[in-house]
Structure formats: C-alpha cells, structure tokens
C-alpha cells in the first residue's frame, strides 16, 4: 500500500495536447499523474513509480501500445491498462483487449468519455485492493484460528494477541522453530487497527549479508555494482503498519546498530544516499535464540536486545502441550481433505502422542499432508506416519502418564470426529450414524456423554435412547 492512498495514473502518447488533456482529467479524478512520450520512457517511470492506470496510445514510435501493455502486465499484473486508438484500428484494440486490455477508446473522443472510463478503471482498481486485503484479513482470522488448542499455554498466547492487537508497542516473539511465530505477528497486525496497512515479513537469516543494508533501508541508482535503479527498502514498503523481523538474533552487529538507530530515529536513509526519509513502522520482531543469553555473550546489542523486548510472547513448543495434538491433528485433516472425513487409527494418535516433535506444529502439519497424500485417504494408520514417529517412545513419559495422555486425547479424538461428521450430515442423525458405522442409539450415546450441543427437540429422543 502506497503511503500516497491516490491511485497513479501513467498517459503514454506521443502527443503532447493528448498528453496534457488525459492529465488534466486524472488530476480531476484527484489521481497522482505521470506521462511518457514512448513505450521506452514508460517503462522507465514504471521502475520508479509504478501506476494503477495506464492508458496508452496504440501506435508509439518503436515499441507498440500492445507490445507496452504486454510488458506492463508481466511486471504489474493488477495494473489496468486502456488501449487509445484511430478509427481504422478496432479490431487491434479488440485484440490487445484479449491479451489484458481493460477496454479501448477511440481518437477523437469527448473528455468526459475518458473521463468515465478512467473513473471505471479506477473503481475495478479499489475493487481489486479491497478484494485482496479482505483475503488477507480472512486468511490472517483463519490462521490465527490455526493456533489451535485449549491447553493453558495456548491459551494464554491468543489471550495476549487479543491484548496487543490495539498497541503499537514494539513485540518480541519467542519460541522454537515450528511453533508459529510469523502465525502470532500476523494475528497481531490483521486483527487490529493496523489491519489496513502493510504487513511485511522479512527473514534475517536468509538476507544476503552483502545486500543486508540494501534491503532493509534501499538505495540510490549507482549505489553498488548492480544498482541500476533506485530502490526503496523493506521499512519504507511497511510505513505506516508492521515489520515482521524473523530470527532477529541472525542479524550482525554492525546491522543490528543501524538497525536500533532505525527504530530510535524513525529515520532510514537508503544505501548512497545523504537524505534520511521518515518512516512510522510498527516493529515485531521473533528469534528461536534465547537473546538475553546473545547479548550478555557478546552476540547480540543489549540496547537493541531491551528497545524491541518491550512485550514478550513466549510460544510453547509441542510437546509442552501434547494434549492439543489430537485437535491439531483434525484441523490439519481438515485443511487437506476437507469434506473426505479420513479417520486416524488409535495406534497412529497414540505415535503422534508420544513423539518428541522437534519441529513442533509445522513438523504435525508436514506429517499430516504427508499421510493424506499416501494413505488411502480413509484411515491414516501408524504404516502412513514418517519413519521417526512410528516407533516414537517419548522417554520424558512414565507409562502411567502415557497411558493417560492416550486416553484422554483418544476421548477427545473421539468427540472432534462425532463433531466433525455430525456437522458434515447437517445434523441428520442417521446419515451420521451411518457414515461413522455405529447405530443411532450408540451416537445419541455418544452425544450426550460429549455434551455435543443438540437441538431442543432432540434431547427427549436422546434421554430415552440412552437409557
């Protein structure tokens, strides 16, 4: 999202009367305006700037409009690009409109004929933006809803989301690997005021040391070999909502000082620059390392260390809360064979239970998908699990407490599966007790001992079956 909410608009023709008349109608519609005399030149300002609308005219000295709208649309996908054509040139423009065009318009045309297709354009624009930040926001809703769990740890993690999605204190995740870290920044951001703004995740322990610098803060054409243009960076695409600094502590020293003068300043000043550009920018930053630890070895800035760990969220890993294994095994089930209704063996849940998990969640997830798409999409049995969760023994488990841990999660199990299949039948109690192979008897049984919620009318039927 641009900090400037106006929408661009880029007028490519080698006229400039047409040029000047389609500017002055965008600024009319309050667009940010640009104009081009050549394919050439276009593209150049669509590098540093690139727009929302293009309109172009068909025939430009060398490159074409179409040969231009071709280029447009493989850098800028969700651009809308207007084709600007003589009266002996329909069926091209019809042609380019088959190759992305949004529509043509015919030259000589009345200004308020550009008008309305430019002010149509620009509403399939928004359209297409709010589409895609709705998308974001469900999909960030679902995905906090994928911290699934209703063990206490788990619980106390969603109950500080919720505290910390109307702040803009800076938050440092902390947790395994696998346990959902980037899952938890994002609740954070899509769940709150913020929601709107951009949300960009980067991952310091994959930015290229050489280009570290570059990335994070951008730089001026000829700033390095290989800077061909100028580049904002990673904290100006975020302005105004959230940066996501995965494994912070992979940062080097001397990037983690530039860093904390970012976040005290609110300043990035790009790579070969003098010019500092002001930047607001929520800071959420995760690690699997333990940096109090980093900091006081040498390894990690201690005043970097205590401006980010202002509010720390402390993700459990999965065997510290093995009793949502069975719940996480059904949403994962339910993510990769929605609708099939694919059961899981007791001896296979009771290998998930007992297993170290040392990729925790992601580790679950992997193993999941892995099942459905080897089994025979019925019953995933232990033959269906990994190698290593098979003959998983989880030396941290007495077998008293494994024999409990199996019985109540394989209670749970039982009950997510009534649930899950009751609510598939639409409530229809036979077609239920059908698909899960007990009588009706044995599901009203069953109903009633899970407190599976049941419509007023059922309860008579339900006491008198259960006796």
Same mark, same amino acid.
């Given at each position: 999202?641009?900090?400037?909410?106006?929408?661009?608009?880029?007028?490519?023709?080698?006229?400039?009367?047409?040029?000047?008349?389609?500017?002055?109608?965008?600024?009319?519609?309050?667009?940010?305006?640009? $104009?081009?005399?050549?394919?050439?030149? !276009?593209?150049?300002?669509?590098?540093?700037?690139?727009?929302?609308?293009?309109?172009? %005219?068909?025939?430009?000295?060398?490159?074409?409009?179409?040969?231009?709208?071709?280029?447009?649309?493989?850098?800028?996908?969700?651009?809308?690009?207007?084709?600007?054509?003589?009266?002996?040139?329909?069926?091209?423009?019809?042609?380019?409109?088959?190759?992305?065009?949004?529509?043509?318009? $015919?030259?000589?045309?009345?200004? $308020?004929?550009?008008?309305?297709?430019?002010?149509?354009?620009?509403?399939?624009?928004? +359209?297409?933006?709010?589409?895609?930040?709705?998308?974001?926001?469900?999909?960030?809703?679902?995905?906090? %809803?994928?911290?699934?769990?209703?063990?206490?740890?788990?619980?106390?993690?969603?109950?500080?989301?919720?505290? +910390?999605?109307?702040?803009?204190?800076?938050?440092?995740?902390?947790?395994?690997?696998?346990?959902?870290?980037?899952?938890?920044?994002?609740?954070?951001?899509?769940?709150?005021?913020?929601?709107?703004?951009?949300?960009?995740?980067?991952?310091?322990?994959?930015?290229?040391?050489?280009?570290?610098?570059?990335?994070?803060?951008?730089?001026?054409?000829?700033?390095?070999?290989?800077?061909?243009?100028?580049?904002?960076?990673?904290?100006?695409?975020?302005?105004?909502?959230?940066?996501?600094?995965?494994?912070?502590?992979?940062?080097?020293?001397?990037?983690? !000082?530039?860093?904390?003068?970012?976040?005290?300043?609110?300043?990035?000043?790009?790579?070969?620059?003098?010019?500092?550009?002001?930047?607001?920018?929520?800071?959420?930053?995760?690690?699997?390392?333990?940096?109090?630890?980093?900091?006081?070895?040498?390894?990690?800035?201690?005043?970097?260390?205590?401006?980010?760990?202002?509010?720390?969220?402390?993700?459990?890993?999965?065997?510290?809360?093995?009793?949502?294994?069975?719940?996480?095994?059904?949403?994962?089930?339910?993510?990769?064979?929605?609708?099939?209704?694919?059961?899981?063996?007791?001896?296979?849940?009771?290998?998930?239970?007992?297993? $170290?998990?040392?990729?925790?969640?992601?580790?679950?997830?992997? @193993?999941?998908?892995?099942?459905?798409? +080897?089994?025979?999409? @019925?019953?995933?049995?232990?033959?269906?699990?990994?190698? !290593?969760?098979?003959?998983?023994?989880?030396?941290?488990?007495?077998?008293?407490?494994?024999?409990?841990?199996?019985?109540?999660?394989?209670?749970?199990?039982?009950?997510?599966?009534?649930?899950?299949?009751?609510?598939?039948?639409?409530?229809?109690?036979?077609?239920?007790?059908?698909?899960?192979?007990?009588?009706?008897?044995?599901?009203?049984?069953?109903?009633?001992?899970?407190?599976?919620?049941?419509?007023?009318?059922?309860?008579? +039927?339900?006491?008198?079956?259960?006796?």
């Amino acid at each position: 999202m641009k900090n400037d909410s106006r929408l661009r608009f880029l007028i490519v023709d080698d006229e400039q009367s047409i040029r000047r008349l389609c500017m002055t109608v965008g600024q009319g519609l309050n667009f940010t305006c640009s $104009e081009a005399e050549t394919a050439e030149a !276009a593209l150049t300002v669509i590098e540093t700037a690139p727009p929302d609308i293009v309109v172009t %005219d068909l025939k430009l000295p060398n490159l074409s409009g179409t040969d231009l709208l071709r280029k447009i649309k493989g850098l800028l996908p969700r651009t809308e690009v207007a084709i600007m054509t003589g009266h002996g040139s329909i069926e091209t423009a019809v042609e380019a409109m088959r190759q992305g065009a949004y529509d043509y318009i $015919e030259k000589p045309f009345r200004v $308020e004929r550009l008008r309305q297709l430019l002010q149509r354009m620009a509403d399939k624009v928004r +359209l297409v933006t709010e589409n895609e930040f709705l998308r974001d926001r469900v999909n960030a809703e679902t995905q906090l %809803d994928g911290i699934v769990g209703s063990s206490a740890k788990i619980q106390d993690v969603l109950r500080m989301v919720s505290r +910390l999605k109307d702040i803009r204190t800076p938050v440092l995740i902390t947790g395994e690997s696998g346990t959902g870290k980037e899952l938890v920044a994002r609740a954070i951001h899509f769940r709150g005021p913020l929601a709107p703004t951009p949300f960009i995740a980067v991952d310091c322990g994959t930015l290229v040391p050489t280009l570290m610098e570059s990335e994070l803060f951008g730089h001026e054409k000829g700033a390095f070999t290989g800077a061909v243009k100028s580049k904002p960076g990673l904290f100006q695409a975020a302005n105004g909502g959230t940066i996501f600094l995965d494994e912070i502590g992979e940062l080097p020293l001397e990037m983690q !000082a530039k860093l904390l003068r970012v976040l005290q300043e609110k300043e990035v000043r790009p790579v070969g620059s003098n010019d500092k550009i002001s930047v607001d920018v929520r800071v959420i930053a995760a690690t699997n390392r333990d940096l109090e630890e980093a900091y006081r070895a040498g390894a990690f800035r201690k005043d970097l260390y205590f401006r980010l760990n202002v509010v720390t969220v402390h993700l459990p890993s999965l065997r510290e809360r093995r009793s949502d294994i069975p719940q996480l095994v059904h949403y994962f089930l339910d993510r990769y064979a929605a609708g099939e209704n694919i059961q899981i063996a007791p001896a296979a849940m009771k290998s998930l239970l007992q297993y $170290e998990w040392p990729g925790n969640v992601r580790e679950l997830e992997n @193993c999941i998908a892995r099942a459905v798409a +080897l089994g025979d999409r @019925c019953t995933i049995g232990v033959a269906d699990l990994p190698p !290593a969760i098979r003959g998983a023994q989880d030396p941290a488990l007495t077998r008293e407490d494994a024999a409990e841990l199996s019985t109540t999660a394989l209670s749970d199990l039982e009950r997510m599966t009534i649930l899950r299949v009751f609510e598939q039948a639409g409530g229809d109690k036979a077609l239920a007790g059908r698909m899960l192979g007990i009588s009706r008897a044995t599901l009203y049984r069953k109903l009633k001992r899970y407190n599976i919620p049941l419509r007023p009318q059922q309860k008579d +039927l339900v006491e008198s079956l259960s006796q």
